[in-house]
Each structure stands twice: as C-alpha cells, then as structure tokens.
C-alpha cells in the first residue's frame, strides 16, 4: 500500500470513526452529568467511558502509524511526533545498521513511538536516548529518558500491554525498569 492510500485510509477513520467515538464519549459525559442518572448507571457509564477513551486513543495512534508508515526512518517519525505534541525533549538515536526485517523494523518504530508518547505525557524528560544495535544472535534496542521514572502501576497500562503485544508478536523480549532518575526499555530481538 503507497503513502496516497495510508494517508487517504488515515483520513477515513479520522473523518468517520475517530470522530463517532468522540461523539460518543460527549454523549457518556452528558449522561454522567445529568442529576437524574442513578449512581449504579453512573458507575457502569464511567467504565464504558473509559473503554471509549481507550479506543479513541487506539484509533488515533493507528491513524498516525498510516500517516507516517512510508517516512524514511525513525528519527524523522519521532521528531514529527514531537512537532504533533508540541514537545520540545531532545531525542539522541544510536542506529547501527542490524538488516531487520520490514516487519520488525515497523513494530520498532511503533513501540518507540508509543515509549516516546509516555515521556512526553507522563515523565518531565528533557532527553530521550534511543539505541539499536547488533549483537550475536540478532540485535539490542534501548530506550531511555531522564524523566521522573514510571509509577509501578503504569506498567500494567494500555500502552505498556500493547508494547508487550508488538514484542511478542516479533519474537521478541522486553525488560523494563525505572527509578527516579528515568526509564529505561530493552528489547532484545533474535533472529
């Protein structure tokens, strides 16, 4: 599929079913808003709301995978999710050239992409060090940050189960850690 077709299937779903799930979510808000809404509906109305937000954060993140797919490399992927965040963190990339698969190479750039989301959100980095190298039976990514680290609970986030799911999904392992000082992911990628 050329970039003409990711970037027309992109606006598809920002124009039809992005903006219907954030309609319905409006909708979900107004119920949860209306004082004749019981408390027990209130209750099942914010989990389903909760849901939608998930959903439309899905969406978003596929739409910008479609646009940006056909982009040359990683740093030029990253670097206009920054621009799209209004982020001003450093990004450092060490890239060794390691003859990844197509595929591997497109869930690298997913997964940093997703990591990157999560710096810019949550952490309060000012640095963001990316590394993928060779090693003896395949290659080694590191992301790092110097942000405040990662709250233990967050680890079991939406982004970090999808992250989890894209490692899988290459053969892939991913060792996480984080202290006050940043976080820092590793994925080691066999062949």
Sequence with gaps: MG???RIRIAQELHDGIAQDLVALSYSLDLLLAAPDTPADIRIEV?????????????VRTEIFNLRTQALDTLEESLQILLLEMNS?????????????????????LAISRE???NTIKHSGASVTEISIEKSDDGAHYTYRDNG??????????????????RCSSIH???????TAQGVNFQIKISR
Excluded: H, T, Y
């Design 46 to 58: 914010r989990k389903i709301l909760f849901k939608v937000s998930e959903i439309i954060a899905s």
């Design 3 to 5: 970039q003409p077709e």
């Design 115 to 117: 990591f990157l989301r």
């Design 172 to 178: 892939a392992d991913l060792i996480m850690s984080s």
């Design 88 to 108: 001003v963190i450093e990004i450092r990339i060490n890239q060794e050239e390691c003859d990844l698969s197509d595929p591997v190479q497109e869930e690298l």
């Design 148 to 165: 405040k680290g990662m709250d233990p609970s967050a680890i079991l986030g939406f982004g970090i189960r999808g992250v989890q799911e």
